[in-house]
């Protein structure tokens, strides 16, 4: 940059500051050595006083006194002057190199406590005051700046005498560690190393679990809500349209819609005993076929009620009934529009055929049940509660697995299409055995129903004379008899022969003590089942018996008496 100028010796006006010296040119510098101002001591010249954002009081206002560089001596007389005045901040001039002046040091405020709070101040005051002696603070040197780098250093001057007392260090690092954000009671300034900030990993830590937390439990309860409640929006299930409620005839459903309309259920009350039960419309006439021991509290003076299956009631009247097979029929007046339900043919059932029970089980009206056919002309006995025997009912059923309880005694048993094939009678129960079903056992899958067709005959005796007449052989059997087989008896009743004299048996050569092991070619293993096998034909019916006297079997045709029911 120099390159064709005078390279001869310049003039400095200007050099770097340092900490306890003043910058002058090396003329100046001896002539100040050489001539001192008269009177004085030491030379120094006053800056402009720093403005500082803390107003301060009088006193401390007084007792600062920052020494500027020394007042530069008057020119001699004849030497070359330069053309401006030295520049005190010694800023070099344009055009000439040299570093750039370092900035002054920063200024940070000093906090001014409450009026009349003392305040000690490590530094004493320059005119002897003792620090923090007054109010309102006491007197703070300045922070000593920290030293800059000098990459151009320059010869240190000799300094006049007068200039060697020590001036005041600028302000210590203390103004540096200001922290205006730190907690309320804290002092202002530290001294040693400035304050390191607290790391904020822990706080951050913190603050992410719990935010997990809440946005865990806010997602669990949202769950929960939604799981309990089918979502947040309401719920609409997708369902079929309604349809015509047609079925096939032949269905459970088709078969109970047909034969309901003609099924009801009777009250029965006399004699301080009551019940329920189960019955069906034979004709228009208002008769109704259904189970003895269903109507046989009213005894002669009771109450009938009947219920059809639309909830019309009316009272009933007996028409007739018979203990040995059970049935009775009832009658009521003045209904119009009833409905009969068609009679089938017991003789056409298979085992296995599907089946529909119909009744009011514990008083539970039009009640539908459906089953198969489990077995034919199964031999029971029912009833016997009066212990004279004259309540027992042999029955020749149809065994069913259709349920039924309680309430369904008298009810129809249907076949597919709703023709009646039996008579609902007895159930077998786990706690009691066989008997009627009037007890109050629960099914089982054991039903037993009586055969239409024998139902059919005794219906139309009673109805036509209102008894019913029994097929009978005219011998006495020995109940007690265990062996294989029917044995007829030693004595009848009262002493009387166990044959009867000019009945059907001695008319066929039957005698006391020989045992009837088939009839028609099926066996027979007991005197019940005897008695069944017999009450399932007609009076006047011939039948073919085989017959074991003295260790020799004997067969024998035999035709049917008849004797009047009870």
């Given amino acids: 940059m120099d390159d064709g100028k005078p390279t001869g010796p310049k003039a400095k006006w200007w050099s770097r500051p340092s900490a306890g010296r003043t910058a002058h040119s090396e003329p100046e510098a001896q002539a100040s050595a050489a001539a001192p101002v008269p009177g004085e001591t030491e030379v120094t010249a006053e800056l402009p006083p720093v403005q500082s954002p803390v107003a301060l009081p009088r006193d401390a206002e007084t007792a600062v006194d920052p020494v500027l560089p020394a007042a530069q001596p008057a020119p001699e007389q004849g030497r070359p002057q330069p053309l401006h005045e030295p520049d005190p901040y010694s800023t070099p001039p344009y055009g000439g190199p040299g570093p750039w002046a370092p900035a002054p040091p920063v200024q940070r405020p000093i906090p001014t406590p409450a009026h009349g709070t003392p305040v000690p101040s490590p530094y004493p005051a320059p005119n002897g005051t003792p620090a923090g002696g007054g109010t309102g603070g006491g007197y703070v040197p300045p922070p000593t700046a920290p030293s800059l780098p000098q990459p151009h250093a320059q010869p240190q001057l000799p300094l006049p005498q007068q200039q060697s007392q020590e001036r005041p260090q600028p302000l210590s690092s203390l103004w540096l560690q200001y922290d205006p954000w730190s907690a309320p009671g804290q002092p202002l300034t530290h001294s040693g190393e400035p304050v390191r900030r607290k790391r904020r990993r822990g706080s951050l830590l913190v603050g992410a679990v719990l935010l997990a937390l809440v946005a865990g439990g806010i997602g669990g309860g949202t769950g929960a809500y939604i799981e309990r409640n089918g979502g947040i929006t309401s719920v609409e299930l997708p369902q079929s349209v309604k349809d015509d409620g047609k079925r096939a005839p032949d269905s459970v459903a088709g078969i109970a819609a047909s034969a309901l309309p003609s099924v009801v259920t009777l009250h029965v009350s006399g004699g301080g005993e009551q019940g329920t039960g189960t019955g069906f419309v034979l004709d228009q006439q208002g008769h109704i076929l259904t189970n003895n021991h269903v109507v046989d509290p009213a005894g002669s003076s009771g109450e009938i009620s009947v219920t059809f299956s639309g909830g019309e009631s009316a009272k009933a009247t007996l028409v007739g009934k018979d203990s040995g097979y059970d049935l009775a029929v009832v009658k009521v007046s003045g209904v119009t529009g009833l409905k009969p339900l068609p009679l089938g043919n017991s003789e056409n059932v298979q085992v296995g055929d599907p089946v529909v029970a119909i009744g009011a089980p514990f008083d539970l009206q039009n009640t539908v049940t459906a089953g198969i056919i489990s077995a034919k002309e199964r031999p029971i006995t029912a009833g016997g509660e009066k212990g004279d025997g004259s309540d027992v009912s042999y029955v020749d059923a149809l065994q069913t697995d259709a349920p039924i309880n309680p309430g369904n005694s008298g009810g129809p048993l249907v076949d597919t299409k709703a023709r009646v094939i039996g008579i609902n009678s007895a159930i077998r129960a786990a706690d009691s055995g066989t008997g009627t079903e009037g007890g109050q056992a629960g099914s089982i899958g054991l039903g037993f129903a009586i055969p239409i ?114």
């Fill in 453 to 566: 067709n024998q139902g059919k005959r005794v219906a139309e005796e009673l109805i036509n004379t209102g008894k019913a007449t029994h097929p009978v052989i005219g011998v006495s059997l020995d109940m007690k008899y265990t062996g294989d087989g029917a044995r007829v008896g030693d004595k009848g009743k009262d002493g009387s022969p166990a044959v009867s004299r000019s009945g059907p048996g001695a008319k066929a050569g039957i005698r006391a003590g020989d045992v009837i092991t088939k009839i028609d070619g099926q066996r027979v293993h007991s005197g019940e089942e005897l008695i069944v096998k017999i009450r399932a034909h007609r009076p006047g019916d011939r039948l073919e018996l085989t017959v074991v006297r003295a260790g020799r079997e004997r067969k024998m045709t035999l035709t049917l008496g008849s004797a009047s029911g009870t």
